[in-house]
């Protein structure tokens, strides 16, 4: 996790995020959103690193978690917006591993909104080995907005969702990656 939480921290109070307690920045409507957005660029510690000698699956999704959480707090939600009521859930995740990261990797990561409407957001992670630009996973998630008291979703309030359009507009010329929108199926011949 790389935050410097013990384990006997976490086992007391629960998983911490590297962002958890950390306020989104104010939003300024007139700034240029970056396309797509890069916000966090972590170093492989030694408890991403498995049996295989490379980073272990699971950590590909933390990765990009993190990721999820700096983008949230980027368009405005952190933990005064949740204890208000609301948040954003994952519903769906879809990871390819493209290459291995190894014990000290710096990587790169960019996160790119594909699409959204007042409930969703599908987003899509890329991340590339620092040094040498390599392409190692991407990874695709579909958000829903809740109320948390009610336990569904619910639209998103009109300042975050203006926050959200902002983003997919700036997002609108990239190109859609080429993973995206892809399922899960072993290929056959026809018979």
Same mark, same amino acid.
């Given at each position: 996790m790389g935050t410097g939480t013990d384990s006997a921290e976490v086992a007391e109070h629960g998983f911490r995020t590297p962002l958890e307690g950390v306020a989104a920045a104010a939003w300024n409507a007139a700034a240029a959103v970056p396309a797509p957005l890069r916000l966090i660029s972590p170093t492989v510690p030694a408890e991403w690193v498995d049996y295989n000698g490379h980073m272990s699956e699971s950590c590909y999704l933390l990765a990009f978690g993190d990721q999820s959480d700096a983008f949230f707090r980027f368009i405005g939600i952190d933990e005064a917006y949740r204890a208000a009521g609301h948040s954003l859930f994952? /519903? @769906?995740?879809?990871?390819f591993n493209l290459a291995e990261a190894h014990l000290g990797d710096r990587l790169n990561l960019s996160l790119q909104l594909l699409d959204? !409407? !007042? =409930? #969703?957001?599908?987003?899509?992670?890329?991340m590339h080995n620092a040094d040498s630009g390599e392409l190692l996973a991407t990874g695709e998630q579909m958000l829903v907005h809740v109320d948390l008291a009610a336990g569904r979703s619910a639209p998103m309030p %009109?300042?975050?969702?203006? #926050?959200?359009?902002? /983003?997919?507009?700036?997002?609108? $010329?990239l190109? /859609? %990656? $080429? @993973?995206?929108? #892809?399922?899960?199926?072993? =290929? =056959?011949? %026809?018979r």
């Amino acid at each position: 996790m790389g935050t410097g939480t013990d384990s006997a921290e976490v086992a007391e109070h629960g998983f911490r995020t590297p962002l958890e307690g950390v306020a989104a920045a104010a939003w300024n409507a007139a700034a240029a959103v970056p396309a797509p957005l890069r916000l966090i660029s972590p170093t492989v510690p030694a408890e991403w690193v498995d049996y295989n000698g490379h980073m272990s699956e699971s950590c590909y999704l933390l990765a990009f978690g993190d990721q999820s959480d700096a983008f949230f707090r980027f368009i405005g939600i952190d933990e005064a917006y949740r204890a208000a009521g609301h948040s954003l859930f994952t /519903v @769906q995740t879809m990871i390819f591993n493209l290459a291995e990261a190894h014990l000290g990797d710096r990587l790169n990561l960019s996160l790119q909104l594909l699409d959204a !409407d !007042d =409930r #969703r957001l599908h987003i899509f992670h890329a991340m590339h080995n620092a040094d040498s630009g390599e392409l190692l996973a991407t990874g695709e998630q579909m958000l829903v907005h809740v109320d948390l008291a009610a336990g569904r979703s619910a639209p998103m309030p %009109p300042e975050l969702h203006a #926050r959200v359009k902002a /983003v997919l507009a700036a997002h609108a $010329a990239l190109p /859609v %990656p $080429a @993973q995206a929108g #892809r399922n899960i199926a072993i =290929r =056959r011949e %026809p018979r």
